[in-house]
């Protein structure tokens, strides 16, 4: 079935650091792609979405490029803040039965230190 | 807008204890997930509704778990009786329609089953 595999966390950095959170996917036909943030005491929140290939999703500093050839979707800060320490969710959608189902990886734990 | 409601926010019961969960959506989002996330893992889905019916409960233990959305609005999640493998956050999310991406989801009910 359809799947999402994430790098395994914590990611650790200091602020202004580059990150970037792997993500690939294995699916049948054409997924929608996005990565979701789960702040600490909070529900999970779209962060961004791709829903075709090449598409480069982007918000608040952060972007991710769905590329079919190598069925991922990285995602990616130039510069990152304390702010931003949270929970990161890539995820799918799986079409069956009808409906669209959204599969989540594991989450990618990212800790920003001053 | 209001956003997704849940409570109770926090439970903890004894093994074969039955609990439930409850979820208000916002306003008029006719589609209503529920979700097991398990620590160290990406949700998983439980069951959907479309309207007050239910469209996919393949992934829900229906010996000990059930669920209704009566009216079409709000939603509850039984649990009887537990064990303590279902200790989890239990998340409930709302779409505007099943075939629409974006989900936005409640803070979660964290279960401690001991």
């Known amino acids: 079935g359809d799947s999402v595999t994430q790098m395994e966390g914590p990611v650790t950095l200091s602020e202004e650091a580059f990150l970037t959170i792997n993500c690939t996917y294995t699916?049948?036909?054409?997924?929608?792609l996005f990565w979701y943030v789960q702040y600490p005491g909070e529900g999970l929140q779209l962060l961004l979405k791709?829903?075709?290939?090449?598409d480069k999703g982007s918000n608040k500093g952060f972007e991710a490029t769905y590329r079919k050839e190598t069925t991922s979707f990285h995602l990616e800060k130039g510069s990152v803040q304390v702010s931003d320490s949270a929970v990161y969710f890539c995820?799918?959608?799986?079409?069956?039965?009808?409906?669209?189902?959204?599969?989540f990886g594991a989450g990618t734990r990212l800790a920003v230190h001053p | 807008e209001a956003g997704v409601a849940q409570s109770p926010r926090y439970k903890i019961i004894e093994k074969r204890q039955s609990v439930a969960f409850w979820c208000n959506p916002i306003?008029?989002?006719?589609?209503l997930y529920w979700y097991q996330q398990i620590l160290g893992q990406g949700p998983k889905l439980l069951i959907q509704?479309?309207?007050?019916?239910?469209?996919?409960d393949s992934q829900l233990p229906k010996d000990r778990f059930s669920a209704e959305r009566l009216k079409g609005v709000d939603s509850t999640l039984k649990i009887q009786p537990a064990k303590l493998e279902d200790s989890a956050v239990y998340l409930c999310?709302?779409?505007?329609?099943?075939?629409?991406?974006?989900?936005?989801f409640g803070p979660g009910t964290r279960l401690t089953v001991t």
């Open positions: 791709a829903t075709k290939a090449d």
């Open positions: 306003s008029g989002h006719a589609t």
């Open positions: 995820a799918l959608t799986s079409f069956s039965g009808g409906y669209n189902k959204l599969i």
């Open positions: 509704f479309q309207n007050n019916g239910v469209v996919d």
């Open positions: 699916a049948t036909g054409y997924p929608s």
């Open positions: 999310a709302s779409s505007l329609s099943p075939d629409y991406y974006e989900q936005y």
